[in-house]
């Protein structure tokens, strides 16, 4: 039997590192793209997979990303994205809003646009996985930008589920909390001590803690649906939430 081949968007740090990770101790043979193309190469060699640069935000490098894939593929894990700043709405900053919808919205219309037809091809069972947040349910001061690209990310999947009924592809939402990652370090722009302070007198979610129910949704038999998983810290409510030891 031919081996499941995964595709893993954003698997250059992070939730989709993990994510590649176990999804080849799971068996997978696992695809990895992303823009850091010397740390997937890295990963690609020791996980056996392959990994080839992909900006999910320009059509060009998904239809780049795109020609190398074989002709089925059985699970795409829409990961790549990210928050960028944390401004009020009236000082908003343009182009970021512009790229945090190009990066989790766009880029994870554009890779299940190229990918579906191998995803049918592959038959009973096979599934796109979108890394959505709790920012898909939940505002916070100074998110609307983020907010807003999740929840359109929510609305996409719950239509993806509708479209899809009747079809051998399943749909799964995977809304992470604080998950201790490059993301902080990503949203203030490589300020490190801001960063730190996110997750400070609390324990967030690891990477692997969301790579496991990846996982989890891939490896249920091919009638099941897992339509939406929502995981947070224990130490975290809510998006403004949080339980922190030192406060
Ligand atoms: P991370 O460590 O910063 O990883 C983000 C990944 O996305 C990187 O591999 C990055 O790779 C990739 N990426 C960003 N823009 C991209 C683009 N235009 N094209 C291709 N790849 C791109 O953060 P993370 O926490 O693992 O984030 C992964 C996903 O989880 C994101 O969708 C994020 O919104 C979501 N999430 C995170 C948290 C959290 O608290 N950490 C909570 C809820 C949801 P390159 O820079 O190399 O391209």
Redesign the pocket.
């Known amino acids: 039997m031919r081996p499941k081949i995964a595709i893993v ?10 994510t590649a990770r176990a999804l080849s101790q799971a068996g997978y043979h696992v695809i990895l ?5 010397d ?2 190469q890295k990963l690609a060699l020791e996980i056996s997979g392959e990994g080839y640069v ?5 059509s060009d ?1 998904v239809q780049n990303f795109l020609d190398r894939l074989p002709e089925r593929i059985d699970l795409l894990v ?6 960028l700043g944390l401004d009020p709405v009236v000082s908003a900053d343009e182009e970021k809003w512009v ?1 945090m919808f ?3 919205v766009m ?1 994870t219309l554009r890779m299940t646009k190229g990918v579906f037809p191998l995803l049918e091809r592959s038959g009973d069972g096979s599934h796109v996985i979108n ?5 898909a349910w939940e505002t916070y001061l100074g998110g609307a930008g ?1 907010t807003a690209a ?1 929840h359109a990310l929510r609305a996409i999947t719950e239509t993806m589920r509708l479209e899809w009924l009747g079809l051998p592809v399943r749909v799964t939402e995977i ?12 949203r203030f722009s490589g300020d490190e001590t801001r960063a730190r302070k ?1 997750y400070e007198g609390m324990t ?2 690891s ?1 692997r803690d ?1 790579a496991e129910a990846v996982v989890w949704a891939a490896l249920r038999p091919p009638h099941v649906n897992i339509d939406q998983i929502l995981i947070r810290p224990r130490d975290q409510a809510r998006a403004d939430k949080v339980s922190r030891a030192s406060s």
């Open positions: 968007t954003g698997a250059s740090s992070g939730i989709g590192e993990a793209g992303a823009r850091r193309v740390r997937l992909l900006d999910v935000s320009d490098s829409n990961n790549a994205g990210g928050a790229e190009q990066s989790n880029g890394i959505g947040s709790i920012a983020y999740k809304d992470p909390g604080l998950v201790d990652t490059e993301f902080s370090i990503v996110v967030p979610l990477a969301i």
